[in-house]
Structures are given as structure tokens and as C-alpha cells.
């Protein structure tokens, strides 16, 4: 079982605060997202700055992409993504064109979805999936349970590569002991905190601490 990484998602809706909050902490994750806000608000130079500043990561841009999906992964391949989330009630050609366009698809789980049409993704060659805890569900009293758990188990011994988001801090890893995580998402976990650096090594001491 590999160490599961850090990502940072750039959840602003500004891009100056976004680039400010990224470089205190792009040498201490592993992965960088210009999220939906930013992307939302700023298109496709979140991804360009993201990548100068640090061509030796891996960047995410999360459309969340539902439609067009070659259009949208060539708009942010070469801008200079590595990865992009199509949402799971995309078509499978939809996920199929965008696939062409860049390094990894990754599948936004959200909603009413089934292991039935995972299995297709698998069978498509998108191994790469997100499994959720919402902002809205997380602002409604919702938390990680055991059944989320079992869910991301699941996602994993089928072969997906599962990156988990969602009101995720240092002290919430210990639930996913023992899971098979490709990658830990977090936002104004970071951004929000004081020492935004110290929190993203907080997390990094966490997922070593448990997995290394």
C-alpha cells in the first residue's frame, strides 16, 4: 500500500489568493488543484500560474466537467493540467474524449452513482476516482462514516485509485487507517488556518505517521 499524497485545492475566488496560499505550501504537498471557484472565476490562467510555479508537480483542474469533454481536457491540458474530474452523471463518451486530452481522468463522485457504472469506467481505462463529503452535506451535520469507508474500500479493490475529500483534518486520517487512499484533498483546511504551511505539514506528518 503506497503512502496516500496530499493535494491542495485552491478553492479561491480570486487568483492572487490563490498563487499566495499555493506558494507557502507547493513544496510541502504533492499535488496542486485550481478548483471549481477558481476555475469558475478565473478559466484557465489559474492552471497556467500554478503550473510555473511549479512545473514538477502534478496540477489538477476540477471542472467538473459534465459535457464536451475533449474540449474542455485539451483547454486544460494545455494550460498545463495533468489531471481533470469529469462528474460521475457524465457520459462515458464524455469521460472517454476527455481521457484523450490529459494524463488521468478522475471521476467526482457525487450524488446518485453506482458500482455497476464504475465498473464501465474501469473498462473505459479511468482508474482514477474522488469520493466526496460535500461542502453542503459537511455545512448540513453529515461526517465520515463507516459506510463512506467502505465505499472508498470497495472503489479501491476494484482498482480505482481513490483520492477522499471533504471536512478532512490531521485528526480525521486516523479513521482511513489500513484503506488504500491515492490521495488526500484538502482546502480551507489549509488556506484558512494561521500558518497555512504548518497545517499542510500537519497533514503530511498525519499521513506518515499512519502510513509510512
Not at 496540477?59 to 459534465?66: E, F, H, N, S, T
Amino acid at each position: 500500500m503506497a503512502v496516500p499524497k496530499l493535494q491542495f485545492a485552491c478553492d479561491h475566488a480570486d487568483l492572487p489568493s490563490a498563487l499566495a496560499d499555493a506558494g507557502k505550501v507547493g513544496d510541502v504537498v504533492d499535488i496542486l488543484e485550481a478548483g471549481t471557484i477558481l476555475l469558475l472565476q478565473e478559466g484557465r490562467k489559474a492552471i497556467q500560474c500554478l503550473r510555473a510555479m511549479f512545473p514538477d508537480k502534478i496540477i489538477v483542474a476540477d471542472p467538473k466537467c459534465a459535457d464536451a469533454g475533449a474540449v474542455v481536457a485539451a483547454n486544460c491540458g494545455s494550460a498545463g493540467a495533468d489531471f481533470m474530474t469529469v462528474i460521475c452523471a457524465a457520459s462515458l463518451p464524455t469521460m472517454k474524449a476527455a481521457a484523450k486530452e490529459v494524463k488521468e481522468v478522475q471521476v467526482e463522485l457525487f450524488g446518485d452513482w453506482t458500482f455497476e457504472q464504475a465498473e464501465t469506467w474501469l473498462d473505459a481505462g479511468i482508474t482514477q476516482a474522488i469520493y466526496h463529503q460535500s461542502r453542503d452535506a459537511l455545512a448540513a451535520g453529515g461526517g465520515w462514516g463507516e459506510k463512506d469507508l467502505e465505499k472508498v474500500r470497495r472503489l479501491a479493490d476494484m482498482g480505482f485509485g481513490v483520492s477522499v475529500t471533504g471536512g478532512l483534518k490531521p485528526e480525521t486520517l486516523r479513521l482511513f487507517e489500513g484503506v488504500d487512499v491515492y490521495a488526500f484533498i484538502a482546502g480551507r483546511a489549509i488556506s484558512a488556518e494561521p500558518d497555512p504551511r504548518r497545517a499542510a505539514s500537519d497533514f503530511q506528518e498525519e499521513i506518515h505517521r499512519i502510513w509510512g
